[in-house]
């Protein structure tokens, strides 16, 4: 009986030393596996960081543009108001004119108010595109703006 408690204990003490070995075995697992959790949070929380600038970038390129071609817009209503005084101008001018040759100045002023109609209505258009621009600009520019708050949104709750 001596012999088999013995044969026991030594069994127990082999199986307590196998379970031991197993546990640190796992533990070590465990750690590499926490290790490896932790380095993909990080890229995880990189790569959204990343994606946040780019779309930001993004906006801000597209804002650009969209403040050029106001710029070029407002440029080109502003020659064509110029153009619209000096074509006022040159009728009133002519209108002077016209007092002394009425029958010459008569076809040259009709040309000139065809002229100044058209140098209008090219204006009232330019206004007109002006204006969609500075919509489309100010609706961008809310959507970015509401774009980059969801996002900053999306990353304060991931960070946290």
């Known amino acids: 009986a001596l012999r088999q408690r013995s044969a026991s204990l030594v069994e127990a003490q082999r199986s307590a030393q196998l379970a031991q070995t197993e546990r640190a075995v796992v533990e070590e697992r465990l750690r590499a596996l926490q290790r490896a959790v ?3 949070e990080t890229e995880k929380k990189d790569a959204e960081r990343q994606t946040v600038e780019r779309q930001k970038l993004k906006s801000e390129e597209g804002s650009m543009r969209l403040s050029a071609e106001k710029s070029r817009l407002d440029r080109s209503l502003n020659t064509a108001e110029q153009e619209l005084q000096e ?3 040159q009728i009133l001018m002519l209108q002077q004119t016209q007092l002394a040759e009425m029958e010459h100045s008569h076809s040259l002023c009709e040309s000139l108010v065809q002229q100044r109609d058209e140098v209008q209505r090219e204006a009232e258009r ?3 595109s002006l204006r969609d621009a500075e919509r489309t600009l100010g ?3 809310r959507a970015h703006r509401h774009r980059v708050k969801g996002l900053e949104e999306q990353v304060g709750m991931v960070s946290s």
């Open 139 to 141: 609706t961008r520019d």
């Open 126 to 128: 330019m206004r007109n």
């Open 87 to 89: 074509a006022q101008q």
């Open 38 to 40: 932790a380095l993909l």
